[in-house]
């Protein structure tokens, strides 16, 4: 009986486990997302593509054009255009050789311009194409001088003018004028004058005659000089060899120099006596010199 009582109140002191629920289904779907994740952040990982950004630079090339064809064939058309005597027949062949060039109408155009009762005849003594424009597709306008030897009777004179003509080229080089020489300006003498050197002070007196010595033994070998020689005066390929013996050095004239930190700039006009010819020539020279172990050296030239 006080057994039986004993296991009794043993397994009522016995300490009670809450067991939360393991095989419930929300917890079973919960372990399978987790699963079902990480297989597939492994999966991505294995099979992600390395991107990156890529900047693309996109370069424009200006296209040259060839417009030696189109400089002779406006070149040969001029002497044809503007040269004639006065008799029926040269003035018929000129316009049997202009259907060569011109467009059917523009043959029409210039039925009459020259007429067999002119009263001078031209000889074209020189042509000079100034500038070759695209103008459209295939299409090419041309600015050109002539200088025409004008004759009337036994006088002569020199005619110079400026026109203006529109050139077609096909694909396969055939070329045809299809705008009538037009007159034009002359091209004139720019303004622009470049700014000219002056000394600033920042080379002493004694520097600037140390240069210009330097400057005339420079000057009085350079144009015979080989490279080698060149070589103890000015670094290699600032100054393209001449080995000429033709020209004696006369002279530096107005050399200006500036310093900026340890290099000097001396600019300066140097003169020849050319053999050949009995000319002074006079060359001008912007260089840049630098001293190094007592000695001047040239290691620029500027253009």
Avoid at 2 to 11: G, I, L, P, T
Avoid at 25 to 43: E, G, I, N, R
Avoid at 142 to 165: K, P
Wanted: aromatic share 10%.
């Amino acid at each position: 009986m006080f057994q039986n009582r004993d296991k009794k109140q043993a397994e009522e002191k016995k300490p009670r486990v809450l067991h939360i629920g393991t095989r419930r289904p929300v917890v079973t779907a919960l372990w399978a997302l987790l699963v079902c994740a990480f297989a597939f952040a492994v999966y991505k990982d294995f099979t992600a593509v390395d991107t990156h950004t890529v900047h693309e630079t996109t370069v424009v090339q200006a296209e040259v054009t060839d417009t030696n064809a189109i400089e002779s064939f406006t070149t040969n058309f001029a002497r044809v255009y503007y040269s004639w005597e006065k008799s029926a027949a040269a003035i018929e062949q000129r316009t049997e050789n202009l259907k060569y060039y011109l467009t059917d109408g523009l043959q029409a155009l210039n039925a009459d311009t020259v007429r067999s009762d002119i009263p001078v005849s031209s000889k074209v003594q020189d042509v000079q194409v100034w500038s070759v424009e695209q103008a459209g597709d295939s299409a090419y306008s041309v600015i050109f001088t002539v200088s025409q030897d004008i004759t009337d009777g036994t006088e002569s004179r020199l005619v110079t003018s400026a026109y203006e003509v529109c050139v077609y080229a096909d694909d396969s080089g055939d070329m045809v004028i299809i705008r009538n020489p037009t007159i034009t300006g002359k091209p004139a003498k720019s303004g622009y004058a470049p700014k000219v050197a002056e000394p600033d002070g920042t080379v002493s007196a004694q520097e600037s005659a140390e240069i210009t010595e330097f400057l005339t033994a420079f000057f009085k070998l350079y144009p015979a000089a080989s490279g080698q020689e060149l070589s103890y005066y000015a670094s290699g390929g600032v100054l393209p060899v001449i080995e000429n013996e033709s020209y004696v050095f006369a002279g530096l004239v107005n050399p200006v120099y500036t310093r900026q930190d340890d290099t000097v700039t001396a600019d300066t006009a140097v003169q020849y006596l050319d053999r050949r010819t009995g000319m002074t020539l006079v060359s001008q020279f912007k260089l840049q010199l630098e001293k190094a172990s007592g000695n001047w050296k040239i290691n620029r030239s500027f253009v």
